[in-house]
């Protein structure tokens, strides 16, 4: 489905007469690639339960979807070193396996939901009497109108203003609302609207082809299972990044890329709510997928010494992540006892 979310572009006339009123023009604003209703997130959300629990299996075959952020040559290492028998393919036709990534599905496309009309691009493009609202003479209002489109979304709290412009818009009235959130490109994340299809039409496949589902984090717990973050390793680990020497630091990134993320999450959320270094791109696929599952975690504002503000730090996180309070504060005696270069507090507790 290809379709454009329409709006109403306002001129003034005469800029230094209001009285000489407003001219009115179609504003093409997004594209849409494609529209999620509640039905989709339900089916959704019970395949999730149905198989949340599902391990990386021997004698498979798997799937590393568009949906999964998991690095293939890390999977590829990990079947190699462990002799496994597991075949990563494309031919559904041959497959036993998906691998799709829970938190990129609900934050690309289980958002807030509006209600839209969803009127056929002919009734609009085709008919005489909206001619006038077509030729806008800003060129970049009026040169985004996507080419082969099928549908125009108008928001329905919109309905009035366009009513108020020109009745003839009453035809609206006749087409469905639907309560849906629309795809549409986001900068700096295309995946989401290039394989918006693939995810509309999961629950299908999965139940043609009597597939299962396995999710990075469960694989990532499979993989990095033996490697956790403890106290020993973060105040090592602190002590790397805080000497500012890209050596050292990209080193205790590419620890911090290969440990358990479940298990050592609250100690990724301090060093990446701390140090602005560690949010910096690399070419290193496994810090790639390292930095995008820590991009909802990261709150604080930096520094101009690329550091969190030393007063907002805590407060934030316990707030963030209260079930964490007791390691943040381990993590903070670790932090200023490296600062002070001298063990000056032995234990913080909270009650």
Same mark, same amino acid.
């Not at 060129?139 to 003839?168: A, W």
């Not at 080193?251 to 301090?270: H, R, V």
């Not at 209260?322 to 009650?351: D, G, S, V, W």
């Given at each position: 489905? =290809? ?8 001129? %003034? ?39 949340? @629990? ?6 498979? *075959? ?26 990563? =393919? ?41 001619? &006038? ?10 040169? %985004? ?43 700096? @994340? ?13 629950? *299908? =496949? ?43 630091? %990209? ?21 990446? %709510? ?20 820590? &991009?909802?975690? =990261? ?53």
């Amino acid at each position: 489905m =290809t379709g454009q979310l329409l709006e109403i572009y306002s001129k %003034n006339r005469d800029y230094n007469d209001p009285s000489k009123g407003y001219d009115h023009f179609f504003y093409y604003k997004d594209h849409i690639h494609g529209y999620i209703t509640q039905e989709i997130i339900d089916k959704y959300k019970e395949l999730y339960e149905s198989n949340k @629990e599902n391990k990386l299996e021997d004698n498979k *075959k798997v799937y590393l979807t568009p949906l999964s952020n998991y690095p293939s040559h890390k999977l590829k290492n990990y079947i190699e070193e462990n002799n496994l028998n597991i075949k990563l =393919t494309r031919k559904i036709s041959e497959l036993n396996t998906f691998i799709i990534n829970h938190d990129f599905i609900t934050e690309s496309y289980c958002n807030s939901f509006n209600h839209y009309y969803m009127i056929p691009a002919d009734v609009i493009l085709n008919n005489p009497i909206f001619d &006038k609202f077509k030729k806008c003479p800003i060129t970049y209002i009026s040169s %985004n109108l996507r080419k082969n489109i099928e549908y125009f979304f108008i928001d329905l709290c919109k309905y009035d203003k366009f009513l108020k412009i020109d009745s003839n818009f009453s035809i609206i009235k006749q087409y469905p609302i639907i309560n849906c959130y629309l795809v549409t490109p986001r900068w700096g @994340e295309s995946k989401a609207y290039k394989h918006v299809d693939f995810f509309l039409n999961l629950d *299908k =496949t999965v139940k043609q082809y009597n597939l299962n589902l396995i999710f990075d984090s469960n694989i990532d717990k499979t993989i990095n299972q033996d490697l956790v973050i403890d106290e020993d390793i973060f105040e090592n680990i602190f002590n790397m990044i805080i000497s500012k020497d890209k050596s050292n630091i %990209n080193i205790a990134k590419g620890i911090l890329s290969n440990l358990d993320f479940e298990s050592s999450k609250p100690y990724l959320i301090y060093l990446f %709510n701390y140090f602005y270094f560690l949010k910096q791109s690399s070419d290193d696929t496994n810090i790639k997928y390292l930095l995008k599952n820590m &991009k909802k975690y =990261t709150h604080t504002h930096f520094t101009k010494n690329y550091e969190a503000n030393f007063e907002e730090l805590l407060p934030i996180l316990v707030n963030k992540y209260p079930n964490y309070t007791q390691i943040f504060m381990n993590c903070f005696r670790i932090h200023i006892n490296i600062l002070l270069k001298h063990p000056a507090i032995e234990e913080i507790k909270t009650y």
